[in-house]
């Protein structure tokens, strides 16, 4: 069922735990991320990022292909379909592709800036009935091209934004997209703890979930955290078992060649790994 996030996330929040967005790149992770969530009875969120966007061919291709996943594979739990890390024309792009949500990420601009566009995006998305994310101090690492420097948000900023009729807030915490560098100080919950109170039911999100230890994100969930996104480690996952694949030289064994059974070890680490998070965040039996 394709809506937009902001009711399982309302829902997230009052209930003390998070659902997760995964990050698809092709049919393989669409499906596998789908199978997965019906299958455990969570509601999900897929998460485009316009690279991604790119590399499928298009936003209308990505509508296309998760509609008629939802329908063909019979999947009846929450899924909503949003873009990750947004330009403002990317939003307006997904918007008339038939998204159902989007994220703006206004955190490179001056604070009056970032305001400014969002409340021109909130307006937007109320007309489509779609859900939107907005971001307040950037999250560090790279995500597809965009490169943060992982600032903790100022808990006012956070309060600024979150009133402009927003649906969930992105605020960075220290944390950092992509793999964690041995020398991470590890999440502010100071940070979050500050940004809670000031914002009150405002679902908040937590990005660069790859590489979080078990009781950050526990406790990150108890401080407000309503969506954990997560990239990289379905494709460290996809890629090793794909490795191990093909150094076991099972590619050359009869068929093995044939891209359904090469990247069918690949596909099933991701849904192992997206079982491992939906388990963790808590979304089990809350679809
Ligand atoms: P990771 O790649 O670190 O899991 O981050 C994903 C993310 O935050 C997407 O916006």
Redesign the pocket.
């Known amino acids: 069922m394709l809506v937009n996030a902001s009711e399982m996330l309302k829902k997230a929040k009052a209930g003390h735990y998070a659902v997760g967005?995964f990050?698809i790149n092709n049919l393989e992770w669409t499906k596998a991320i789908l199978l997965t969530a019906q299958e455990l009875n969570s509601p999900v969120i897929l998460?485009v990022?316009e690279g991604a966007g790119k590399y499928m061919t298009g936003y209308k291709t990505v509508v296309g292909m998760v509609k008629g996943m939802l329908e063909e594979l019979n999947i009846t739990v929450p899924v909503a379909l949003h873009l990750?890390?947004g330009s403002y024309e990317g939003c307006l792009k997904c918007v008339e592709a038939g998204f159902t949500s989007i994220m703006f990420d206004g955190s490179h601009y001056p604070i009056e800036e970032n305001v400014e566009k969002t409340k021109e995006l909130v307006k937007i998305v109320a007309e489509h009935g779609m859900s939107l994310e907005a971001e307040v101090g950037s999250?560090g690492?790279e995500?597809d091209g965009v490169v943060g420097m992982g600032e903790c948000a100022d808990p006012k900023e956070c309060k600024m934004v979150a009133d402009l009729g927003i649906d969930f807030l992105a605020a960075g915490i220290g944390?950092?997209?992509?793999?964690y560098p041995a020398n991470w100080k590890g999440l502010s919950f100071e940070t979050l703890d500050a940004i809670q109170k000031l914002t009150g039911d405002m679902p908040l999100v937590l990005?660069?979930?790859?590489?979080i230890p078990a009781d950050m994100i526990k406790k990150a969930i108890d401080l407000g955290v309503s969506k954990i996104?997560?990239?990289?480690?379905c494709?460290l996952a996809f890629a090793a078992a794909t490795r191990k694949y093909i150094e076991e030289g099972k590619d050359e064994q009869g068929k093995g060649f044939d891209p359904r059974k090469l990247l069918a070890p690949g596909t099933e680490a991701i849904k192992a790994t997206v079982k491992e998070k939906m388990e963790l965040f808590g979304s089990v039996n809350k679809a």
Not at 175 to 179: F, L, R, S, Y
């Open positions: 967005q990050n998460g990022s990750d890390h999250i690492g995500e944390n950092i997209h992509g793999k990005h660069g979930g790859t590489g996104n997560v990239n990289t480690e494709q």
